[in-house]
């Protein structure tokens, strides 16, 4: 069975302090994992996905399968990052999108 | 290009009663989802079509929620009879094909009294 899991709810930073959000997930295969966010009266929307190996907004996810994990990283916070962040994967063969619970950043100024 | 679009953007009502939502992807997107998002939860898928074909649907509580695709284009998603643990966001979603990137609509909110 696929499962994703977010521990942190909420994670408060202040403007300039790297941000790390964790997500591991637990799947027996080869698993596409994803970083979707969702900003303050919009929709939820694609962050990033491993495969593209791409920086998005400044925000970086390595999938470490030795550890399970796919944690979302961005060396400076910035006030418009302030958003639900979730971490979602797909099994092989075009299985559903499992997500997690995600978890609320709160950039300070 | 013009989004998901969803409406009711929010329902009242209350247990027992019926209630359905519908949804437009985006033109030329073959994958429609529909996921059920309990407050505090992630998006939980509850159908999925492939044109108007169902692809996925182990999560849906078959004895009171239904939808169709019959066109393969609009959906509707139907609930009857409502129960106070349905209360939720349906969010509707498409994609181009199978494990293309999914495009949201801004959802129903559902509360059911």
């Known amino acids: 069975a696929q499962r994703v899991t977010q521990p942190e709810k909420l994670l408060s930073v202040f403007k300039g302090a790297p941000v790390e959000l964790k997500c591991n997930y637990s799947?027996?295969?080869?698993?596409?994992l994803f970083w979707y966010v969702q900003y303050s009266r919009q929709r939820l929307q694609l962050l990033l996905r491993?495969?593209s190996r791409e920086s998005i907004k400044g925000f970086t996810a390595d999938l470490n399968k030795g550890e399970t994990s796919f944690h979302l990283k961005k060396p400076f916070a910035q006030e418009e990052d302030s958003a639900m962040y979730y971490c979602a994967l797909r099994g092989t063969g075009f299985q559903k999108l499992v997500f997690g619970t995600g978890t609320r950043l709160l950039v300070s100024p | 290009e013009a989004g998901v679009a969803q409406s009711p953007r929010y329902k009242i009502i209350e247990k027992r009663q019926s209630v359905a939502f519908w949804c437009n992807p985006i033109s030329g997107h073959a994958t429609l989802y529909w996921y059920q998002q309990i407050l505090g939860q992630g998006p939980k898928l509850l159908i999925q079509f492939q044109n108007n074909g169902v692809v996925d649907d182990s999560q849906l509580p078959k004895d009171r929620f239904s939808a169709e695709r019959l066109k393969g284009v609009d959906s509707t998603l139907k609930i009857q009879p409502a129960k106070l643990e349905d209360s939720a966001v349906y969010l509707c979603a498409s994609s181009f094909g199978l494990g293309e990137k999914l495009f949201f609509g801004s959802g129903t909110q559902l509360s059911v009294l």
């Open positions: 799947y027996s295969g080869s698993p596409e």
């Open positions: 491993h495969i």
